[in-house]
Structures are given as C-alpha cells and as structure tokens.
C-alpha cells in the first residue's frame, strides 16, 4: 500500500512563506515524477508545480518566481517553498506522485493540506 502524506500547511499573513512536504511511503519499485495542486472553493483542481525525476521543473505563471519544487529522493519526499504569498494562494493543496510498483507505473494523491493567506 502506497501513501502520501502531506504537512506543512497553515495561516500566514501575505507576503509570508510556507514550506509544504509530502512524504511517500509503501511498497514500491521508483517515483516518478512528482508535483503539488492546488483546489480552491470553487474552483478545479490546478496544477502549481512539477519535478521529473531528472529534476525538470515547470510552474505555471501564476507562482513562477514564488514558488519552488525540490525533492529527496533519499527521503522519497518532495517540498513545495511557498514565498510571497497572496491571499489567491488560498487553497487546500495536494501531492500527487507517479510511482512504479506491481510493474506498473499508477497516480497517487496525497490528503491535502490547507493553506491560508491572510490580507
């Protein structure tokens, strides 16, 4: 059984940073790639960013610049460094990995995690 467990998130006032992690744990061959989503109320899920398993990131252009993926591979963890916040930040926010396991590569999701950005 895979999971992902996410931690981190939390009430911060605008301007301020957070630092999300999301730790992988279960049987399994390898991860893939790895990335954070973000849902608001109302809103559909979107993607906020990716790393390959080459270290290849993509954010969109609503948090390139702010936002930054990393992971550990040793850790079988992946960070999100969340600065300058904006209250449009505001969401719960979901790893998701690509893991390789019973010789299929399969899609997990975290349990999310809220964030809170304060005017």
């Known amino acids: 059984q895979v999971q992902l467990v996410e931690s981190g998130g939390g009430l911060v006032q605008a301007g301020g940073s957070l630092r999300l992690s999301c730790a992988a744990s279960g049987s399994f061959l390898s991860i893939n790639a790895m990335g954070w989503y973000r849902q608001a109320p109302g809103k559909q899920r979107e993607l906020v960013a990716r790393?390959?398993?080459?270290?290849?990131?993509n954010y969109p252009d609503s948090v390139k610049g702010r936002f930054t993926i990393s992971r550990d591979n040793a850790k079988n963890t992946v960070y999100l460094q969340m600065n300058s916040l904006k209250p449009e930040d505001t969401a719960v926010y979901y790893c998701?990995?690509?893991?390789?396991?019973?010789?299929?590569?399969?899609?997990?999701w975290g349990q999310g995690t809220q964030v809170t950005v304060s005017s």
């Open positions: 998701n990995a690509l893991i390789t396991t019973r010789g299929r590569q399969y899609g997990y």
């Open positions: 790393i390959t398993s080459g270290n290849s990131t």
